[in-house]
Structure formats: structure tokens, C-alpha cells
């Protein structure tokens, strides 16, 4: 398998990083040290530096990167409005680079020679992982078990980690694969494999059923500058406070859900079932106020835009050229998107309820239907017979 000294493993404590440890030393017969990178994982991380030393580490980190999570790679999603198939808020595929960076520079510290991850050969995150590794640190070796070893499924996986006494959360009962962060939880695998069920309605931590959610609208203010949000109901927050706020809040109100067949990277069509409330309210409210600031090109280039944003991030492809020159033009349209939005949340529906912005572009004068004096109705005839002149010349000479 090659001659390795040190090896920085991407460590959650889930079931492919809590056998991988042991794997590791057993096959390679290195040092091997878990590294951690906290993205609001909340209740998963506990006990987990004490885990990863009995399951192998010679030494466990354990990084807090929530804050940067926020600001280096969700708020530049917002402001982008990167929706990967117009419905998956990328919350696996924001944080995968930012707990690469973390783990580059745990490996360059430590003088490691090599990284692993513990991604699957069928899903995205083993391209999001390499590909910021290639990027930033190219001449370090990359372990992917999962293209080695002979574990063929989530059951060997299990069976492995039984021989050898490590403790895993997931059991054959329960098959199903789970990524918890602050910006949502996914849900994938096993029972959700069969496109004519129902997600079961026990496996949501973040939101409650839209049938059960209260029988009375929740009215949510978000304000943002330069398009990014600020405060909530008039009150400033810190990043990582206002997403954890919007969570709680969206989420009681049944936002947030999404179950979608998507295309994933590697070829294959794959269902999987989204909690995201913060991000559904956040992209609610960031683009009605883009609706007032932006004049109608830029607002419109920008929507195709939005698209390419958004598969550069689920591809992995964060750390590159193409994504930092659309962050500038991005950044750019961000200007005058400095505002407030009032939503009504009610039973699973966004609905937006007043707008403020502070460089609108409405005016009010000129878009009504009242009696103004700004709007010649007359100047649209001249207008119409210009744009359609090319429809009127095609039928004419068409005709002979």
C-alpha cells in the first residue's frame, strides 16, 4: 500500500471514520491522528477526542471552524444563491472544503505525508475532499479506504467494527447514512433507497411536520447588508448565533424539508432527504430583497449564474479560479442589497409579507397604475415597433 509514516485523518466519530482509524494502523503500519473539524455537529462530538485515542490516534483534534463555515462558505452561497437542482441548499458541499482546510493545516503542522477521508467510491464528498486537498497541499498523499478495502457495505462496516470492539451510532436496523452540521442534516441509504416510501417521520431533528407545526403564522424580520443577514427581528446576531436562531424558529414552523432525486457527481441518480430551515428563510428573504436592489440584467445574468455556483460547489470544485472570479462579480451585485425582509412563516410555507430596502429600485410613483406624470403611455407604441420589428420583417419576407 506504499510507505507511510503519518497519516491526518478527516475523524466524525460516525461509522466509516470509527473503524478507519484502526483499518489504518493495521494496514499501513503508521501514526495516525484524528483530526475533528467542528461545523455544528452539536451533540456528535462528545467524548470524541477519548474515542479516537482507544480506536487508534496517537493524538485527536478537535477544531471549532463554525464561525468560518458561516463566513467564508455560507454567506458567499447566499449572496450567490446557489441552489444545486434549484432545491439542495449544498450543506454537505459547504462544509466538506472548509474541514479540508482544517485538515491541510493540521497535516502541514504536523509534517504528515499523508490524509484520508472516509468518503464512499459512490458518492460526491471523495471529490470534495481531493480535489481541496490537491489544491492545498498537491504533494500529500491521499488514503481513500473506501476504494480499498474489502468492506463492501454499511453491514460489513458494522460487522468490522463488532470484531474489534469500537462503538458505532449506526446499526443494521437503522442503515440509514447521516451528515449533521449547522446548515443542515441530510438523510441517505438504506430505507430511503426505495423511491415509494415516505421518509419515516422520527428521523427529523431540526424541523417538525408541517401538519404539526402551530395553527398561527410565526412573522420573521431578516435583515442583511451588502447581502449578508445581520440581524433577526431587529436584533443584530454574530453568524454562527443567527443561523442557530433561525433553525430553531424556521424549524418549529415545519420549514425546511426537502426530499429530491438528484444527479450526483460520480453519474448515478440518488434520493436524498434535506433539514435545512435557516437556509430556506435565509435564500427566501435574500432573494425578495435582490428583487428590489438589482436592476433587471444584472438580477437575470445573475439567476443563470447561480446555477454554475452552485455545481462548482457540489463538484468539489470550490478551491478554484472559475469560483473566485464569480465571487467577485457576485460581491459586486451585493452593493445596495442592504435591507430588511418580513416573512410569514406558516405550516411549511414561506410567504413573504413586507419589504424594505434601502437602495430600492421601485418606485412607487412610476409603477402605478393610478394617474402619474413620469410614464408616457404614448412612448410604448414607438417602443413596441422597434422590438418587434425583426417578429413583423420575419413574417413579411417569409410570406415571399
Not at 107 to 128: F, I, L
Not at 142 to 153: G, M, Q, T, Y
Request: aromatic fraction near 10%; glycine fraction near 8%; charge should be positive.
Amino acid at each position: 500500500m506504499g510507505s507511510v509514516k503519518k497519516v491526518v485523518v478527516a475523524y466524525s466519530g460516525g461509522l466509516d471514520t470509527s473503524i478507519i482509524l484502526s483499518w489504518i494502523k493495521e494496514n499501513y503500519k503508521c501514526e495516525v491522528i484524528a483530526c475533528c473539524v467542528d461545523v455544528g455537529q452539536g451533540k456528535e462530538l462528545k467524548g470524541l477526542n477519548e474515542k479516537a485515542k482507544r480506536t487508534g490516534a496517537s493524538k485527536a483534534y478537535i477544531i471549532d471552524a463554525k464561525n468560518e463555515f458561516v463566513t467564508d462558505y455560507i454567506y458567499p452561497a447566499i449572496k450567490a444563491d446557489a441552489l444545486y437542482e434549484n432545491k439542495y441548499y449544498l450543506g454537505t458541499s459547504l462544509a466538506r472544503p472548509v474541514i479540508a482546510e482544517k485538515i491541510a493545516e493540521v497535516a502541514k503542522k504536523e509534517n504528515a505525508d499523508a490524509v484520508c477521508h472516509g468518503a464512499t467510491g459512490k458518492g460526491n464528498d471523495q471529490v470534495r475532499f481531493e480535489l481541496a486537498f490537491k489544491a492545498l497541499i498537491p504533494h500529500v498523499k491521499i488514503i481513500a479506504p473506501w476504494r480499498e478495502w474489502n468492506i463492501k457495505s454499511r453491514e460489513d462496516a458494522i460487522d468490522y467494527a463488532k470484531k474489534r470492539g469500537i462503538p458505532v451510532p449506526v446499526t443494521k436496523a437503522k442503515p440509514y447514512s447521516s451528515d449533521a452540521n449547522l446548515w443542515h442534516i441530510s438523510y441517505e441509504g438504506g430505507i430511503l433507497e426505495d423511491m415509494n416510501k415516505e421518509y419515516d417521520e422520527s428521523m427529523f431533528h431540526m424541523t417538525v411536520s408541517p401538519m404539526k407545526a402551530p395553527n398561527k403564522p410565526t412573522y420573521l424580520t431578516i435583515g442583511f447588508e451588502r447581502g449578508i443577514p445581520v440581524s433577526v427581528n431587529g436584533k443584530k446576531m454574530e453568524p454562527v448565533a443567527l443561523i442557530t436562531k433561525l433553525n430553531e424558529i424556521a424549524g418549529a414552523n415545519g420549514i425546511g424539508r426537502t426530499d429530491m432525486i438528484e444527479n450526483r457527481l460520480v453519474g448515478m441518480k440518488s434520493r436524498g432527504v434535506y433539514e435545512a430551515p435557516a437556509a430556506a428563510v435565509l435564500y427566501a428573504a435574500h432573494q425578495e430583497l435582490e428583487t428590489l436592489a438589482l436592476d433587471r440584467d444584472t438580477l437575470h445574468y445573475k439567476q443563470e449564474l447561480a446555477h454554475r455556483y452552485a455545481e462548482l460547489a457540489y463538484y468539489g470544485q470550490w478551491f478554484s479560479p472559475l469560483r473566485e472570479a464569480l465571487d467577485a462579480f457576485i460581491n459586486n451585485t451585493q452593493k445596495y442589497v442592504t435591507g430588511s425582509i418580513k416573512l410569514k412563516l406558516y405550516k411549511g410555507n414561506i410567504i413573504p409579507a413586507a419589504r424594505q430596502a434601502k437602495y430600492s429600485l421601485y418606485w412607487e410613483k412610476l409603477a402605478t397604475f393610478g394617474k402619474d406624470d413620469i410614464y408616457n403611455q404614448k412612448d410604448a407604441e414607438g417602443f413596441i415597433n422597434l422590438f418587434g420589428l425583426p417578429t413583423k420583417v420575419q413574417a413579411i419576407m417569409r410570406k415571399k
